[in-house]
């Protein structure tokens, strides 16, 4: 099996060369960029399987812009990243997993913690690939279709695009309708790993969900939220109250 790739797009040396020794002692390929146009540089010489991204670079770039920038392109939309960053304000972290990353995590950091989220991450892609292969094809609610084989989604007929964590969130709740899951059970369901209390992440992947599967995101048909228990799928076409 081929290695997987991972590029750190970071700009503190210490930082760089600490995460390269134990990101290839655990088998990973590593890539190393100072700056988003040097990132952007090397992709066109060499794909990668994930993105560990500092907020703070030099030049004309900064990582959210290399974000906005993977995530609207065709070959890394559906690539993980990983935010890594000195920026602890909740306005950032929130800006960051609005964008579409998978995770945020602050500096100074446990590199054996960042680890454990990398595999968590690729552990789920993995299952998310396994799932295309079993149970139904196709998920019905409505309006709504979701392809677990072509890992589409229609909502009125019109395709709608999901990052693959949004995808899988919604193919969860949906495949356990009715069945309420806290914040903190998502985390581990999705995630994998403890989250240490900062359950934000779940509730700003609900909201982008609900932004492009919803009608009117502000009253949801689909994701409903149980307060003081958290979240659960409802197929509005049923004659059913949970």
Same mark, same amino acid.
């Given at each position: &099996?081929? $290695?997987?790739?991972? &590029?750190?797009?970071?700009?503190?040396?210490?930082?760089?060369?600490?995460?390269?020794?134990?990101?290839?002692?655990?088998?990973?390929?590593?890539i190393?960029?100072?700056?988003?146009?040097?990132?952007?540089?090397?992709?066109?010489?060499?794909?990668?399987?994930?993105?560990?991204?500092?907020?703070?670079?030099?030049?004309? &770039?900064?990582?959210?812009?290399?974000?906005?920038?993977? $995530?609207?392109?065709?070959?890394?939309?559906?690539?993980?990243?990983?935010?890594?960053?000195?920026?602890?304000?909740?306005?950032?972290?929130?800006?960051?997993?609005?964008?579409?990353?998978?995770?945020?995590?602050?500096?100074p950091? !446990?590199?054996?913690?960042?680890?454990?989220?990398?595999?968590?991450?690729?552990?789920?892609?993995a299952a998310?690939?396994? &799932? $295309?292969?079993?149970?139904?094809?196709?998920?019905?609610? $409505?309006?709504?279709?979701?392809?677990?084989?072509?890992?589409?989604?229609?909502?009125?007929?019109k395709?709608?695009?999901?990052?693959?964590?949004e995808?899988?969130?919604?193919?969860?709740?949906?495949? !356990?309708?009715?069945?309420?899951?806290?914040?903190?059970?998502?985390?581990?369901?999705?995630?994998?790993?403890?989250?240490?209390?900062?359950?934000?992440?779940?509730?700003?992947?609900?909201?982008?969900?609900?932004?492009?599967?919803?009608?009117?995101?502000?009253?949801?048909?689909?994701?409903?939220?149980?307060?003081?228990?958290?979240?659960?799928?409802?197929?509005?076409?049923?004659?059913?109250?949970?």
């Open positions: &099996m081929a $290695k997987k790739s991972i &590029m750190i797009v970071e700009d503190d040396p210490a930082i760089s060369e600490m995460l390269s020794l134990n990101l290839t002692k655990e088998g990973y390929e590593v190393t960029a100072v700056s988003a146009d040097e990132a952007l540089k090397k992709l066109e010489e060499k794909d990668t399987d994930f993105f560990i991204v500092d907020i703070m670079l030099p030049g004309s &770039m900064d990582g959210f812009d290399l974000i906005r920038i993977l $995530k609207s392109s065709e070959d890394y939309r559906n690539t993980p990243v990983l935010i890594l960053s000195a920026k602890d304000d909740a306005a950032d972290k929130v800006a960051g997993l609005e964008l579409g990353s998978d995770d945020y995590v602050t500096k950091f !446990n590199v054996r913690e960042l680890i454990a989220r990398i595999k968590s991450i690729f552990r789920r892609q998310s690939a396994q &799932m $295309k292969e079993e149970g139904p094809k196709k998920i019905t609610a $409505k309006d709504l279709i979701i392809d677990t084989e072509r890992l589409e989604v229609w909502v009125n007929g395709p709608v695009s999901l990052t693959p964590l995808f899988d969130l919604l193919v969860f709740l949906a495949k !356990n309708e009715g069945k309420v899951f806290s914040r903190d059970v998502l985390l581990d369901k999705l995630w994998g790993y403890d989250y240490y209390g900062d359950t934000r992440t779940v509730d700003v992947h609900i909201r982008r969900l609900r932004t492009k599967i919803e009608e009117d995101p502000s009253n949801p048909k689909y994701i409903i939220t149980v307060r003081g228990k958290g979240y659960k799928f409802r197929d509005p076409g049923k004659e059913r109250n949970y």
